[in-house]
Every structure is written in C-alpha cells, then in structure tokens.
C-alpha cells in the first residue's frame, strides 16, 4: 500500500484525504491541531483519534471509533494525525507560492 497506514483487527488500512464533509464536522480537531488549546492529554488523544478515525472511513466505512482507538498508541497517533491534515488540505504546485491570505497585510499598492 502507498502511504501510511492503520492495522485494524488484521486489516492494514490506508489513511485517506478528508472529504469535505468531514472537513466540516472535524473542523473543531482540526483547528485544535493546527492552532493549539487543548485542555487535557485526554483530550490530545481523542483529538487524534478522531481525525483517524474519519481518514479511515473513507476506506472502511464500517470501522468504529472504538476500534482505532484500540490500534492506537502515541508513538503513531501523533504523526498519523498531522498525515491526515497534510493530505486533505490542497498543495501549491511544484515552483508556484500558496496564494496569500485575503486579511493580509498587503495593499497591492507600491
């Protein structure tokens, strides 16, 4: 398989890309990794282990939250966590800079 994976109950599952209806309902986690505030180590791991959870979905639809987080330790949550971020948010192409931020502080005047 290409990429990351999960082993789930024997089944070695890919991380996939959020689609933008996850997107949506994970928006809390993902702002939560990307920005910071969490309040508890309970919460860093629920955290984690639901933006897994729905990466996984898109592979194994029947899959529980309970399940990953049994196939879950720290050593792999954190970084397969920050893999599901950096693959459901679009790249610039090779050689081009992102596009800048509309509340950014240039005027466009010289």
Known sequence: MNG???TVGGRE???RPLNYKQLE???DNIQLMTV???TSAYEIFDTLAQLIH???LRTAPELTLDEVKEALDQP???PLANEVIRISF???PAGE???????GSSTGTP
């Open 25 to 27: 309902l994970q928006k």
């Open 4 to 6: 990351p994976t999960l």
């Open 97 to 103: 800079m992102p596009a800048e931020s509309p509340s």
């Open 36 to 38: 910071g505030g969490w």
């Open 54 to 56: 729905a990466s996984l």
């Open 76 to 78: 792999t949550a954190v």
């Open 90 to 92: 679009p790249q610039a």
């Open 13 to 15: 599952l890919p991380l």
